[in-house]
């Protein structure tokens, strides 16, 4: 089994900045990829980023997250970090960490479906 607990979410104002946090622990696993979701009240769960953990610099992002997010990962510590700046209103979400156990096919993927394990969420709220 796997584990997958997020931290760093909370109340910002517009313009602000949070760091999201994921570790991942348990069995003995090989990550390919790690990535962050997000669910608004009333809306489905969509994706924001993506990192892939062999080299740690393989990424893609939504466009709602270009130019202000930045998706990174420490290898030592099994830890997936979102870095949000420039957050809108329109960021206010539940934030959820995904970890992709298949093998890598030459690309991230991007649908909650394919991602195997999840943390349990943490509230971003920005206040405009």
């Known amino acids: 089994q796997v584990q997958l607990v997020e931290s760093g979410g909370g109340l910002v104002q517009a313009g602000g900045s949070l760091r999201l946090s994921c570790a991942a622990s348990?069995?003995?696993?090989?990550?390919?990829?790690m990535g962050w979701f997000r669910q608004a009240p009333g809306k489905a769960r969509e994706f924001v980023a993506a990192?892939?953990?062999?080299?740690?610099?393989?990424?893609t992002y939504a466009d709602s997250a270009k130019g202000r997010f930045t998706i990174s990962r420490d290898n030592a510590k099994n830890t997936v970090y979102l870095q949000m700046d420039s957050l809108k209103a329109e960021d206010t979400a539940v934030y959820y960490c995904?970890?992709?156990?298949?093998?890598?096919?030459?690309?991230?993927?991007?649908?909650?479906?394919?991602?195997?394990?999840w943390g349990q969420g943490t509230q971003v709220t920005v206040s405009s």
């Open positions: 348990g069995s003995r696993f090989s990550i390919n990829a």
């Open positions: 990192i892939r953990w062999s080299d740690g610099s393989t990424t």
């Open positions: 995904a970890l992709d156990l298949r093998p890598y096919l030459g690309f991230l993927r991007l649908t909650d479906h394919e991602y195997d394990y």
